[in-house]
């Protein structure tokens, strides 16, 4: 099994442009998340999915959209790209809610200038 | 909803200290506890967990977490570090009450010398 997966690994963009982070698991787990972190701050859960198309709000989740189309895919949105959201971020899956294990994926390093 | 302390932002040992690292939640419910480690590149990777029962859990690598009711916590140690511990540490909690996701801590970067 490969896990989680996220592409691309480093993104530099523009302010105002908008682009599709990718994550895909292959665990066939329903649950799925986005966090973001920045030094000092932790990690911060921007969107969840329970399943093929449920996605909920997590803390965080201005300027971001997802979509849940598949139990593998769970693509974050940044539509308008802002320099707050110059950040790493990282997607989970897990086969449960609390208390299940959550398997996070490899990240990717977003600079937005 | 529920929220994580961790005490210190940065630690530095020698090879072989004896490492406790705190973190203390609030929310006055049942929760479940865990311990990630995030190694220098990496991506998080799950140390130790609190479900319920022995409240001394036992994890990978050596490390240990107790999880002390009455006050809250949920302290991780290990009795003697080596370099390649050398990582940030996070401390999480959810609970058993609907939707409920992971909170985590800010974080506890450790740094070991050889």
């Known amino acids: 099994n490969a896990g989680v997966t996220q592409t691309p690994k480093f993104r530099i963009l523009k302010i105002g442009q908008s682009m599709t982070l990718q994550c895909t698991q292959d665990?066939?787990?329903?649950?799925m998340y986005w966090y973001r972190q920045d030094p000092g701050m932790g990690l911060k859960l921007i969107y969840y999915s329970v399943g093929a198309g449920i996605t909920d709000k997590g803390e965080v989740p201005n300027g971001y959209n997802v979509s849940r189309s598949t139990t593998e895919d769970f693509p974050l949105r940044l539509e308008l790209a802002a320099p707050s959201q110059t950040s790493v971020y990282f997607c989970a899956s897990s086969s449960g809610l609390a208390p299940y294990e959550q398997y996070f994926g490899p990240g990717t390093r977003l600079t937005v200038t | 909803a529920q929220s994580v302390s961790q005490h210190n932002h940065h630690v530095i040992l020698s090879e072989a200290a004896s490492l406790e690292l705190g973190c203390n939640y609030s929310?006055?419910?049942?929760?479940?506890l865990f311990w990630y480690v995030q190694y220098p590149g990496q991506h998080l990777q799950l140390l130790l967990k609190?479900?319920?029962?022995?409240?001394l859990v036992k994890g990978i690598k050596g490390f240990e977490a107790e999880f002390i009711k009455s006050k809250f916590s949920f302290n991780l140690r290990k009795p003697s570090v080596q370099w390649s511990d050398t990582a940030e540490y996070f401390c999480?909690?959810?609970?058993?009450?609907?939707?409920?996701?992971?909170?985590f801590g800010k974080g506890t970067m450790l740094l070991v010398s050889p």
């Open positions: 665990m066939n787990h329903n649950y």
């Open positions: 999480a909690v959810t609970t058993n009450s609907g939707y409920s996701t992971l909170t």
């Open positions: 609190y479900f319920s029962g022995d409240p």
């Open positions: 929310y006055g419910g049942t929760v479940n």
